[in-house]
């Protein structure tokens, strides 16, 4: 058996019932290089099937996870939440001791807690925070390869700084979000945050809080935000594209090892 096959064993429980349950509440980090994206997807390994069953072969009953945002193959968290119910006598500290025992270093449990009860690490989230991270130099950095995407063309960070406004509040994000095969709903987004840091030796980082992202939205934006740093766009082109709602318009997705789901606010 590998680390990313762990499942409960074949005696377990199928649930635990409502009325000896507690719901835990995890916060959970990972490198998302190795999985094909948080939701669990059959033949394909995910953060959520191995976390899952590592949780599962400690507790001796299968659970339901809810996390709080489904980031996309390749995509890392460092404040990822889940939520899911367990057995009234779980010891979440030894839980957590357990679960990134049997998964480190790719995924590592930061804290486990007993939540209220109903608290839904999806639906109870009032905003999430998301960190996009760009070696911007001739020669890239293989200690960083994995976690930042490397641009060797000069960036003007003024101008992408400038195109951070239009992106402040109430906006249809469709030019920046892959929509579904059907349609489920609204593509508006309230952006609450959104700037460019400079953290010297050429790496530069791009943080967007929002109260919750559609699918591939920030890696579409820090695609755009590229094209205006490399003076392929203008600042001022953002608000029009914004407009558009036209996921055509708004050119490069970035690659995903760059992005990283970073906290989640309640």
């Known amino acids: 058996m590998t680390l990313f096959s762990i ?28 999985f094909h994206g948080f939701a669990a997807q059959p033949g394909q390994v995910t953060v959520a099937g191995v976390l899952a069953g590592a949780i599962e072969r400690h507790l001796r009953h299968t659970v339901e996870l809810t996390c709080a945002g489904r980031t996309d193959a390749g995509v890392h968290a460092w404040g990822q939440v889940v939520s899911f119910d367990a057995r009234a006598d779980v010891d979440p500290a030894a839980l957590a001791r357990a679960v990134t ?50 641009v060797d063309k000069p960036l003007d960070l003024a101008a992408m700084r400038l195109a951070c406004d239009p992106f402040y509040g109430e906006h249809d994000f469709a ?9 489920t709903g609204s593509l508006v987004r309230v952006v609450r945050h959104a700037d460019w840091k400079d953290l010297g030796e050429g790496i530069l980082r791009f943080e967007i809080a929002a109260s919750s992202f559609c699918q591939q939205m920030v890696r579409s934006v820090v695609g755009l935000m590229v094209e205006i740093g490399t003076g392929k766009r203008r600042a001022g082109d953002v608000a029009g594209i914004i407009r558009a709602r036209d996921r055509a318009a708004a050119g490069q997705l970035a690659p995903p090892q760059g992005l990283c789901l970073w906290e989640v606010d309640y």
């Open 175 to 183: 030019s920046f979000c892959r929509r579904p095969p059907v349609p």
């Open 7 to 34: 499942q409960a064993g074949p005696d377990a429980p199928s649930a635990v019932t409502t009325r000896e349950s507690v719901r835990v509440r995890m916060v959970v980090a990972y490198l998302g290089g190795g």
């Open 101 to 150: 025992k049997a998964l480190r270093p790719a995924v590592v449990v930061r804290s486990a807690e007993i939540a209220a009860p109903g608290f839904d690490a999806r639906h109870d989230a009032k905003g999430r925070r998301y960190r996009y991270t760009i070696v911007n130099r001739p020669v890239p950095d293989p200690f960083l390869a994995h976690t930042a995407w490397h």
